[in-house]
């Protein structure tokens, strides 16, 4: 007598989606608390006065886990990792040529790719309590600003990218001083209705 294997395909699928969402709020908490030790470190002693090794003891983890999330103290302090563009993004936007849709085709790259720190009231204060931060913020805009050119100059061109990716960098700083958002739709929705309303103000 044959007996017949249950169908387990789906179950795997499953339990391996799970797992991965396990994994990925496992990461989600440690960078989050790295980034609270650090912050509040940072307000206390100023940037010159906390170790990236303080850090670590006070959240509990391994200096190798720091750099897994952050590249220097500083960064970890502000709340902003590495910007990275995924493949699956990149070909979405290359998938649409030329210029028609660009920027809130573009808004969408934006969104798909930062997470927007929740707490950006006391990232602020904290920014202006410690100026020494600035510079961090600075270079993360420009190493971010620099990839997102490419990807646009790729697709329409070097004369008219450096125009749309000014438009869409001058709405994220906006969302990054203004209200929470829930979602990455959420997200490229109010910078393609900022960057209306900026060009609306420019006609008045």
Not at 41 to 58: H, K, N, Q
Not at 62 to 84: E, I, Q
């Amino acid at each position: 007598m044959t007996t017949t294997a249950p169908d387990i395909s789906n179950e795997s699928v499953t339990a391996d989606a799970d797992t991965s969402t396990l994994r990925e709020r496992k990461k989600q908490r440690t960078r989050q608390l790295l980034h609270e030790v650090a912050m509040e470190l940072v307000r206390e002693r100023g940037l010159a006065g906390v170790t990236v090794e303080e850090i670590c003891a006070e959240a509990d983890v391994s200096t190798r886990t720091f750099f897994n999330y952050f590249s220097t103290k500083a960064a970890a302090a502000v709340g902003l990792t590495s910007p990275v563009l995924r493949d699956d993004v990149l070909e979405s936007f290359h998938a649409r040529r030329g210029d028609v849709g660009i920027v809130p085709d573009l808004c969408r790259v934006v969104a798909q790719t930062i997470d927007l720190p929740e707490d950006r009231a006391r990232m602020k204060e904290l920014m202006d309590l410690r100026p020494e931060l600035v510079p961090t913020m600075h270079a993360w805009m420009n190493e971010f600003r620099g990839q997102i050119l490419t990807a646009v100059e790729a697709r329409i061109g070097a004369e008219t990218a450096g125009l749309a990716v000014a438009l869409v960098m001058s709405a994220f700083m906006v969302a990054l001083h203004g209200p929470s958002v829930t979602s990455r739709d959420e997200l490229a929705e109010r910078l393609v209705r900022t960057v209306a309303e900026m060009a609306e103000l420019a006609v008045r």
